[in-house]
């Protein structure tokens, strides 16, 4: 038994030893208060502030850069770019959220970067950008080339993003459908204001005719818009066909006219 207690002895020792050289828990940075997040929430246009919290649990002062990092549409500046907390000692850094006036209303992300002692840890910003959603969309500048490309431009007239979604029709001058593209996503979001100039190909337009091209964008919220443009489509074949057949016609016309005389 005296060497089981002697063993027992031991192995406490050795614990109270590792425990006694273990090394102090790192630094942090965190919201102030103890919170998990920063939430902000403001209309477009404000500025918002709240408190970053640098704690340093080691035995020697630590030097901390921090570095803003705002959603699109925000800028978070901080009171100091690097703040040294002494030893066992929280620091608490004040920092603004600029918002800016075209901001859509909606929810937003950012963060705060706190880098030392070769380690990073990122400090999130959640942000609500509040006031009445607009959702507004127009076509614009529509026009077809020579080659049968199609142009136009997209306007978001509102304060939030949208998505759009296109199609396209194209009628001659007898009526006859010569492109029905059904409505589809486009790759892009438009912020408030944004204009997106864009291009669709026309493989196989007509080579005569007179054509009527309507561009019609859709987007959750917002009214369909549609924009259209005429354009006349005479190739040097199309013409040459053309001229032809009304000769042709007009040689049997004479032809039928001689015959019955």
Known sequence: MRTVWAGAGAAALALLGAVAVAPAPGW???PAAGRPYVYLEGAAGSV???????????ARPLTVRLTGQGARGTRVVLAARTVTVPARTR?????????????????????????ADGRETLVPLHLRVSGPRLAALTVEDVRVDRSGTLHYTLV??????LAPRLAVRAD????????????RPLPLTLRPGERAARTEAWPDPP?????????TATAPGAVPATAAADT???????VGAAAA????????TAYAIRRNR
Request: no cysteine; aromatic share 2%; proline share 6%.
């Open 28 to 30: 942090t940075a965190a």
């Open 48 to 58: 918002l502030q709240d408190t970053l919290s640098v704690t340093n649990p080691g």
């Open 232 to 238: 006349v489509f005479a190739s040097a074949a199309g």
């Open 207 to 215: 080579a005569l005719d007179s054509v009527t091209v309507r561009v």
């Open 172 to 183: 001659g001058a007898l009526g006859r459908r010569l492109v029905d593209r059904p409505e």
């Open 91 to 115: 620091a608490d850094v004040p920092f603004a959220v600029t918002v800016t006036a075209d901001t859509p209303p909606g929810e937003l992300r950012g963060a705060v970067r706190a880098a």
């Open 245 to 252: 057949a009304l000769l042709g016609v007009s040689g049997a």
């Open 156 to 161: 978001n007239r509102g304060n939030t993003l």
